[in-house]
């Protein structure tokens, strides 16, 4: 089993920035993935940012330009920085872990980001 714990959610002013952190911890294969996902209210899950071994990355396009993915892969944590944020990015925000070689796929729990207007 991963395990993971994400951390630095709260309540923000609109246009404010938030940086989210994601610790891994078990039973880490030695290359995989990491990414952030997010559910609003009402709203299915959707993609934020994700982040491979070899430091690739991909973002959502309601996201692109304002928010960074990066990862330390001694540490085995995985971060989102936030910028510019709007209200529309309220949502509880997840951590993901994939392992291309045994195909598994792991979450955290989430954190609450809310941004006022």
């Known amino acids: 089993q991963v395990h993971l714990v994400e951390s630095g959610g709260g309540l923000v002013q609109s246009g404010g920035s938030l940086t989210l952190s994601c610790a891994a911890s078990?039973?880490?294969?030695?290359?995989?993935?990491m990414g952030w996902h997010r559910q609003a209210p009402g709203k299915q899950r959707e993609l934020v940012a994700t982040?491979?071994?070899?430091?690739?990355?991909t973002y959502g396009d309601s996201v692109k330009g304002r928010f960074t993915i990066s990862r330390d892969h001694d540490k085995k944590m995985v971060h989102l920085q936030m910028k510019s944020l709007k209200p529309e990015d309220t949502a509880v925000y997840y951590c993901?872990?994939?392992?291309?070689?045994?195909?598994?796929?792991?979450w955290g729990e989430g954190t609450l980001v809310t941004v006022s207007s």
């Open positions: 993901s872990y994939s392992d291309y070689h045994y195909g598994r796929n792991y």
């Open positions: 078990g039973s880490i294969f030695n290359i995989y993935a």
């Open positions: 982040i491979t071994h070899g430091d690739t990355t």
